[in-house]
């Protein structure tokens, strides 16, 4: 099996660490106090409701649905290094898509589409917009651009439509002509879609934050995916860079099934993941 050596496995986790610590930080700091003009009014004057698709709901995907993917994959390849590959590579996509968004919320301060509804509770609106609610409602409340439901779920679910699509080959030769294999792709995006259109639905954001932030998270979950595992339409597009990059002096590595080194994959070769889908 190929491990990292200390050093770099180190200084990977210590990266994810910063983020994670950089993320929940920027997550409660106070951003930029935008003003409101009375014109803007109706921009900002939409009821409070609860999220459809609660933070809780958000956290729970987040963590388990890399978790589950990559068991289910590991499952039926017993590749040890591609797990922990894709382990790594969601979560740099999750807290590195989350702590720009975090980042350019507290730039921008725009207020949410229910701003005077958390300003105002009692709906008596006030020219000088002195707030009169609940401090960290208000201070939430100017951070609605971009959606940080929207960046989060398309980084974490993008990964993941990546990383399978790039297991079932369906974007070169080897996967297409089966139906199946796209609709599990689309379905991933299909379930960060309706996540971040929710948000809309809430009034917890407006539609430019909800189509920055999907925009947003999908570009960095692609990036991250690509510098570990290489483009959708290569043959072995299922293999992590470290698995077919022998050269890596930063890695010392033998194979999970022999003692030789693995080498690049011909068009003719098949693993174990792709037999199972020819029998399927």
Known sequence: MRLLRGSLIKTELLIRLFLIIFFFYTDKYPGFVRKIQREEFWLYNFPRTHSYYP???LWLTLFFAP????WIVYHFTKDKVDA????????????????ITNVVKIGVGRPRPDFLARCFPDGDIDDSMVCKGNEKDVIDGYKSFPSGHSALCFSCLGFIAFYL??????FN??????????????????????????????YHHHWQDVTVGSIL????????????????QKQNCHLPYVSISPTDTQ?????HRTDAPRTPLSPTHTTDIEQLMKVV
């Open 55 to 57: 933070s809780e709901y």
């Open 67 to 70: 978790l589950v993917s990559v």
């Open 84 to 99: 922990v590959q894709s382990i790594l590579g969601s979560c740099l996509s999750i807290f590195l898509a989350g702590s």
């Open 165 to 170: 699509a790039g297991k079932l080959h369906i």
């Open 173 to 202: 030769p080897t996967g297409r002509g089966h139906a199946w294999r796209l609709m599990c792709f689309i379905f991933l995006l299909l379930w960060a879609t309706m996540i971040a259109v929710s948000r809309t639905a809430d």
């Open 217 to 232: 998270g999908l570009s960095i979950s692609y990036l991250v995916y690509r510098m570990y595992y290489p483009s959708l």
């Open 251 to 255: 890695i010392s590595y033998s194979d």
